[in-house]
């Protein structure tokens, strides 16, 4: 499988050069290829084609990059692949191709002049080009050489094989189980911390940061579904266990749900024969009348408005912590500065906390997670030999330390992590907010200014009349 994307470049067209065949990345230079210029004289020909077409200026270069998957081709098949693909879609362009081999995943990077040293064109990327040259060529070349290939699906986006098959066939897809998960982790958890357990327990690899990322063990990416939905993010789930635990305590709620059977989603039915009639006559009648939508913002007036809201944010933020003053504002950026610092070294203190047992806590989530395979190795299904190998050293690391205890250790060692991070954010928005209004008052200052003026004249006359 190759992923293929193209940057177009205004900068220095050396810097490139020097980018795509560093010796570091390319081995010496051996995986390095030239198409229409010569090794060693490749920005000297370039700058003479921009030259003698009168083309100096604007992108100077476009800069393609092609991923493959870890492990799937080899350095020479990934420059035989990036030769023909610059043979075929940049004919009359120079290009200098480089194979970088520096990271787990073998990447080409293609280099092209901007300008055609045939015809003096400059090439022009638009999505069109790219799905229908780039990309078409890209795939092709990795059918016959055996390679994966992504598959496009609805539109102009692509998404991975196994997505695009779950989601022809109606299955779930990694998304839809990251939510379900979620949901049913939300609903069970006593805190956060107890909350990363439980997703941990169910196959859940956690990035902590400034968004939550999962992905399955095994997958290379995290997913990121607080980016879509807020209910997803760190303070969004915080609320939702919340709600959750006050609804159990006021006998809303039973403290365990019997899980719901899964129903797809059906589209309300549109209003047809004598029905659709009946509302028609119920809008001819004045009792229903037409949607009636906000009038829309102007750009301008959209601006204002937001800055309203930033204005108004930044005085509560002053009235509630009584900075009036210069000084006032120093004093409380110093006292917040230090909290963040103490902050940071709890962090860190329950971050090496966590390191001496990370050991024992990876062993409680794979006997949680893997406790499956037992039985079906035990049945004589194939394909669970590593899955059950990583069980029972699971097991094996965990024996000797009683279980429960370790749980409960586990799940307030995430939730101070998740209370200090939480801390922390807040101390930095609240620098940023500082830093954000120093800026503000002189340009507030110099805008109200002229506001003053007649003010101030009205009070002198008053006086003269006194």
Known sequence: ????????????????????????????????????????????????????????????????????????VSPELALEIARTLVEEHLPGYQAVIGVHVDKAHIHAHILFNSVNAETGEKYHSSPQSYYRQIRAISDRLCR??????????????????????????????????????????????????????LMEHKGWEIRHGSRL??????????????????????????????GELSA???????????????????PHPKYRGFLALYVHYLYLLGKAGQRQYPPRMTPRLRQAAAQAERYQKQFHFLRDNGIATPEDMGAFLTRTEETLADLTKQRTILNVRKKKRQALYTALADVEALAVTRRLYEDGISGMEEQFGRYLDAVARLEGYPREPLLREKA?????????????????????????IQKEVPKIAKTIQPTMEPEKEVNRDECRRR
């Open 144 to 197: 016959e050489h055996g390679l994966s290939v992504i598959l496009e699906g609805q539109g102009a986006g692509a998404v991975s094989y196994a997505e695009w098959l779950r989601q022809t066939r109606g299955q779930p897809t990694f998304r839809t189980m990251l939510e379900a998960d979620l949901r049913d982790a939300i609903q069970d958890a006593n805190d956060l911390g107890h909350f990363f357990l």
């Open 248 to 266: 159990i305590d006021q006998g809303l709620r039973p403290a365990v749900i019997p899980r719901p059977a899964y129903h797809p989603f059906r």
């Open 1 to 72: 499988m190759a992923i293929t994307k193209i940057l177009a470049r205004k900068g220095r067209l050396d810097v490139g050069i020097r980018y795509v065949l560093n010796g570091d990345k390319t081995q010496e230079q051996i995986l390095t290829a030239h198409h229409g210029c010569d090794p060693g004289r490749e920005l000297q020909q370039m700058m003479e084609t921009k030259a003698q077409y009168s083309k100096e200026g604007g992108v100077q270069y476009y800069h393609m990059i092609q991923s493959f998957r870890p492990g799937e």
């Open 213 to 242: 990322g999962f992905r399955l063990r095994g997958q290379e990416r995290f997913l990121v579904p607080g980016r879509k939905d807020p209910r997803y993010t760190e303070e969004g789930i915080r609320s939702a266990i919340q």
């Open 412 to 436: 307030e060692v995430y939730q101070q992590l998740a209370e200090v991070n939480r801390q922390i954010r807040q101390e930095r928005q609240k620098l940023a907010l500082c830093r954000e």
